[in-house]
């Protein structure tokens, strides 16, 4: 049987994880804090969407608070 193309007779250690000890592919710093914002910005862009559309159906339901 071959599970992820590794064989069962085989009896050493497969490590499925990259190299730690390679050099840095994935980026500068720069970039990978680019990727952590963009990513922060668009879940609190998706948040307030939500929020918005819910107090809109709420409104139409008629479930908002008078002022």
């Given at each position: 049987?071959?599970?992820?193309?590794?064989?069962?007779?085989?009896?050493?250690?497969?490590?499925?994880?990259?190299?730690?000890?390679?050099?840095?592919t994935s980026?500068?710093?720069?970039?990978?804090?680019?990727?952590?914002?963009?990513?922060?910005v668009?879940?609190?862009?998706?948040?307030?969407?939500?929020?918005?559309?819910?107090?809109?159906?709420?409104?139409?339901?008629?479930?908002?608070?008078?002022?």
């Amino acid at each position: 049987m071959v599970l992820l193309r590794i064989s069962r007779q085989n009896t050493g250690w497969v490590s499925l994880m990259n190299d730690t000890t390679s050099t840095n592919t994935s980026g500068t710093l720069l970039q990978r804090l680019g990727w952590l914002v963009l990513i922060w910005v668009c879940s609190i862009a998706s948040l307030g969407a939500v929020a918005g559309l819910m107090r809109l159906l709420m409104g139409f339901a008629g479930m908002t608070p008078s002022a």
